[in-house]
């Protein structure tokens, strides 16, 4: 790991910032990424779930483990329990943190080698994926640049519940971005993976409640425990005293190189009953 120093307050477009440190310590460990100075978000206020209104505020340095373990989160938002509990292991949920969790990077091995050639990691270098051991990667919303996955399961569930995140510049300037907006497509610039400019800090993220008792967070993986989404979907779906789907919000993970709304299987359960034929077409 190569060396770095401390600081109170980012200065350089090449300083990071550290919150639970789960993944940047990695990926510096494996020498991806090589930051002089880090900026320990640990002092800030940042923590704590409050029910505000209609709506759940959390804090961006809450852990996974303590929204997981909130009774309001079990009792209104089950989605989103559920998907923090299929994340990682209990070990990493006590530190990992709320907002880097919606930053973390792809577990693509050509971005993790640096003898691999990644555009994500080196712009320009080319995609070792595209041709190579694709597995596991993207097949939605690549480009002839990247082919890299998104690999969290949190972010797929809140974006199925509208999920609003809170970003504080460097100016102290505070503006609020649905989830949906905040991860970019690769295009030819993969190396671009957020809206996020320099300076930019989640400080929290907004949650509104509505009816989400039926609802659900389903992942798909090698092994039971501790291991990254080859697919996941989250559904969220509301119904008339008839049974007709009148809400409908899914989600898909694993599979696309960012968080991924899938309105146009959306549009296919909305006004219909469930039932197979009803899924299956959506799918």
Same mark, same amino acid.
């Given at each position: 790991?190569?060396?770095?120093?401390? !600081?109170?307050?980012?200065?350089?477009?090449?300083?990071?910032? %550290?919150?639970?440190?789960?993944?940047?310590?990695?990926?510096?460990?494996?020498?991806?990424?090589?930051?002089?100075?880090?900026?320990?978000?640990?002092?800030?206020?940042?923590?704590?779930?409050?029910?505000?209104?209609?709506?759940?505020?959390?804090?961006?340095?809450?852990?996974?483990?303590?929204?997981?373990?909130?009774?309001?989160?079990?009792?209104?938002?089950?989605? %989103?329990?559920?998907?923090?509990?299929?994340?990682?292991?209990?070990?990493?949920?006590?530190?990992?943190?709320?907002?880097?969790?919606?930053?973390?990077?792809?577990?693509?091995?050509?971005?993790?080698?640096?003898?691999?050639?990644?555009?994500?990691?080196?712009?320009?270098?080319?995609?070792?994926?595209?041709?190579?051991?694709?597995?596991?990667?993207?097949?939605?919303? !690549?480009?002839?640049?990247?082919?890299?996955?998104?690999?969290?399961?949190?972010?797929?569930?809140?974006?199925?519940?509208?999920?609003?995140?809170?970003?504080?510049?460097?100016?102290?300037?505070?503006?609020?971005?649905?989830?949906?907006?905040?991860?970019?497509?690769?295009?030819?610039?993969?190396?671009?993976?957020?809206?996020?400019?320099?300076?930019?800090?989640?400080?929290?993220?907004?949650?509104?409640?509505?009816?989400?008792?039926?609802?659900?967070?389903?992942?798909?993986?090698?092994?039971?425990?501790?291991?990254?989404?080859?697919?996941?979907?989250?559904?969220?779906?509301?119904?008339?005293?008839?049974?007709?789907?009148?809400?409908?919000?899914?989600? %898909?993970?694993?599979?696309?190189?960012?968080?991924?709304? !899938?309105?146009?299987?959306?549009?296919?359960?909305?006004?219909?009953? %469930?039932?197979?034929?009803?899924?299956?077409?959506?799918?």
């Amino acid at each position: 790991m190569k060396a770095f120093t401390f !600081t109170e307050a980012v200065q350089t477009p090449s300083d990071m910032l %550290v919150a639970g440190g789960t993944t940047l310590v990695d990926l510096m460990k494996l020498g991806i990424l090589t930051p002089s100075r880090l900026v320990d978000l640990g002092d800030q206020a940042l923590t704590g779930i409050e029910v505000q209104g209609d709506t759940l505020h959390i804090g961006a340095m809450t852990t996974m483990a303590a929204l997981a373990d909130h009774l309001v989160v079990a009792q209104r938002l089950p989605i %989103v329990r559920s998907a923090l509990l299929q994340s990682a292991s209990p070990q990493i949920r006590n530190m990992a943190t709320i907002g880097g969790n919606l930053l973390q990077r792809t577990r693509c091995s050509y971005f993790r080698d640096t003898a691999a050639s990644c555009n994500k990691r080196r712009p320009g270098s080319g995609c070792g994926a595209i041709g190579g051991d694709s597995r596991g990667l993207a097949i939605i919303g !690549t480009s002839s640049a990247c082919i890299a996955n998104y690999p969290g399961d949190l972010a797929i569930a809140l974006l199925v519940l509208d999920t609003r995140i809170e970003v504080q510049s460097l100016d102290g300037q505070r503006r609020s971005i649905p989830l949906e907006d905040l991860h970019r497509l690769p295009g030819m610039t993969p190396e671009q993976e957020t809206i996020l400019d320099f300076g930019d800090v989640i400080i929290g993220i907004t949650v509104p409640f509505g009816d989400h008792t039926r609802s659900s967070y389903v992942k798909v993986r090698d092994r039971s425990s501790y291991a990254f989404a080859l697919a996941s979907a989250a559904a969220s779906i509301t119904l008339d005293n008839a049974g007709t789907v009148t809400r409908c919000s899914i989600a %898909v993970g694993g599979v696309a190189s960012k968080p991924w709304r !899938t309105r146009a299987a959306e549009a296919a359960i909305i006004g219909q009953k %469930v039932t197979e034929a009803t899924a299956l077409a959506a799918g």
